[in-house]
């Protein structure tokens, strides 16, 4: 059973701190790896994806992505309160017939002001 | 405007009362697929569809079926719905299932079935 997993939170960073979201995964054989924002009650959107090693910037959002390690992360620079919300990892494996995600279960992020 | 429109948005039945949740996307997506979403439970897939006449289970495809007539249009069907299907519902496309594209989402169905 491939698995994505996250700290269930919830996270709680004051205002203009880095927030530090984190998500492992069991399937090697993962090779794209999103990261999606949900709103309580809304659908999830998309902040960021990451296909290599390494590190993406995007703005204030920056992912990590160590394949040996079967890790993602995701840094949120200068948190405001509009960052709260629940953001989930997702993983893909595109070989073969299959082309689903597999989602964590979410981390819950609290900006305070 | 580039959207997955679901519809109803919300609905309220009964216990064994068929129906059905359509889900239409206007990006020419080769790829749909449906989840539910619980508290504590996360994102779950229920069925989802590569191309055209191509359908698979997901992880909860119990109670449920789909269709996929025509590339924009993959509806979801309760045959006989019942209170564990209470949830709410969402529908993805993405442009293929091959590579690195994200999934796009519809703004979900809540369903509660009595």
């Known amino acids: 059973q491939k698995e994505v997993e996250q700290n269930s939170g919830p996270l709680s960073v004051p205002e203009g701190a880095i927030a530090s979201l984190n998500c492992t995964y069991s399937?090697?054989?993962?090779?794209?790896f999103f990261w999606y924002r949900q709103y309580s009650g809304k659908s999830p959107e998309l902040i960021m994806f990451?296909?290599?090693?390494g590190d993406k910037e995007d703005g204030r959002f920056t992912a990590q992505l160590n394949k040996a390690s079967q890790y993602v992360s995701l840094l949120i620079r200068d948190s405001q309160p509009s960052d709260s919300a629940t953001y989930l990892c997702?993983?893909?494996?595109?070989?073969?017939?299959?082309?689903?995600?597999?989602f964590g279960k979410g981390t819950k992020l609290s900006v305070k002001p | 405007e580039a959207q997955v429109t679901q519809n109803p948005r919300y609905l309220i039945t009964v216990t064994g009362k068929k129906l059905t949740v359509t889900c239409s996307q206007n990006?020419?997506?080769?790829?749909m697929s449906w989840y539910r979403q619980d508290p504590g439970l996360g994102l779950r897939q229920i069925y989802y569809?590569?191309?055209?006449?191509?359908?698979d289970k997901g992880d909860v495809p119990e109670g449920y079926k789909v269709s996929r007539k025509e590339k924009r249009n993959f509806p979801l069907i309760l045959e006989s719905p019942s209170p564990n299907q209470t949830s709410l519902y969402f529908c993805?496309?993405?442009?293929?299932?091959?590579?690195?594209?994200?999934?796009?989402f519809g703004d979900g169905t809540r369903l509660s079935i009595l």
């Open positions: 993805a496309s993405s442009r293929d299932s091959y590579s690195n594209q994200p999934q796009h």
């Open positions: 990451i296909y290599s090693n």
């Open positions: 569809s590569m191309n055209v006449e191509v359908t």
């Open positions: 990006m020419n997506h080769e790829y």
């Open positions: 399937d090697r054989g993962s090779q794209s």
């Open positions: 997702a993983v893909a494996n595109y070989g073969g017939s299959q082309g689903n995600l597999i």
